[in-house]
């Protein structure tokens, strides 16, 4: 499930995944499914804490505690100073912990990270306000009155 592509990954001409389409169509209890199950965010997070493993689901909450605090051990920044990749690994681990506790702690608040996760992913990838530059410019043009 988590190597081919899913139904979170494809986007319509505006940008909307399939859980976003089903939450518009008043299918919440899929929309819930979709962003938690099929996230390509969820699966992220599992393949990084979980690299040996081609899991099909997302493990237990212990297994999730357990492997976070090992590769806490071997990733931490004061285990490896000075190391840059360390530091942006470790910052990759912390996420996908969080994400994964509240994926088994609170499922509605894991839906809504995920939907901001998307969100914020979806706003990178386009260039927004082009235009904003521009009208700085000129406001700093203007002579002062």
């Known amino acids: 499930v988590f190597e081919r592509q899913t139904a979170d990954d494809v986007r319509d001409p505006r940008g909307n995944c399939a859980a976003d389409c089903a939450e518009r169509s008043h299918n919440h209890a899929l929309a819930r499914w979709l962003r938690r199950h099929a996230s390509p965010h969820v699966r992220a997070a599992v393949?990084?804490?979980?690299?040996?493993?081609?899991?099909?689901?997302?493990?237990?909450?212990?297994?999730?505690?357990?492997?976070?605090?090992?590769?806490?051990?071997?990733?931490?920044?004061?285990?490896?100073?000075?190391?840059?990749?360390?530091?942006?690994?470790?910052?990759?681990?912390?996420?996908?912990?969080?994400?994964?506790?509240?994926?088994?702690?609170?499922?509605?608040?894991?839906?809504?990270?995920?939907?901001?996760?998307?969100r914020n992913a979806g706003l990178a990838e386009r260039p927004l306000l082009r235009w904003h530059e521009g009208w700085h410019r000129a406001a700093d043009a203007k002579p002062k009155e």
């Open 47 to 118: 393949r990084l804490l979980f690299p040996e493993a081609a899991a099909k689901t997302v493990p237990f909450a212990t297994a999730v505690r357990r492997r976070y605090l090992r590769a806490a051990r071997a990733w931490h920044p004061d285990v490896r100073p000075g190391d840059p990749e360390a530091e942006a690994r470790w910052h990759g681990i912390r996420e996908a912990h969080a994400l994964l506790a509240e994926w088994h702690g609170d499922p509605d608040g894991c839906d809504a990270r995920i939907r901001v996760m998307a």
